[in-house]
């Protein structure tokens, strides 16, 4: 089914988890999650809120997300909890550290951050997308 994501934070603690709610649903085969060595129990079909990765991925567009995978690989895209609402960036990974989210949208500036500076906003690597309208 169709997840949307949740972010519950409490005392400094945030909690992301996906809700299953109303919408089309994909068969995957073992074969599929096998090539991305992904445990299904950890993937889960959200909708992008945001158009900075057009025309890659569009507003509305469905991702599969591998929520077990936060350990970023440069250039790869991955799912952002952004004040709760779903974003995808190609995350650069810098040798200093420091990560870039960039957007393929050229409206969108790329952002320079660390991953404590996102968490301090409230902003959360949620995990790797697998695929969207396209394999990554």
Known sequence: PLHKLKCITQEDNTMISFEAISGPSEV??????????ADP??????????DNMEPVL???DIVLINSSDKDIKSNKL????????????RIIKQLD????LKSENKNY?????????????????????LIGTIFF
């Not at 991955?78 to 960036?89: K, M």
């Not at 500076?117 to 997308?129: A, D």
């Open 58 to 60: 569009k507003e509305n």
């Open 109 to 129: 500036s790329d952002i320079s951050t660390t991953r404590e500076e996102l968490e301090s906003n409230n902003i959360y690597i949620v995990g790797k997308v």
């Open 28 to 37: 995957y085969t073992k074969d599929f999650f096998d090539l991305f060595k």
């Open 78 to 89: 991955y799912a952002i909890s952004n004040q709760g609402h779903l974003e995808v960036y």
């Open 41 to 50: 129990k950890h993937c889960f079909r959200c909708r992008i809120e945001n």
């Open 97 to 100: 550290g420091k990560l870039i």
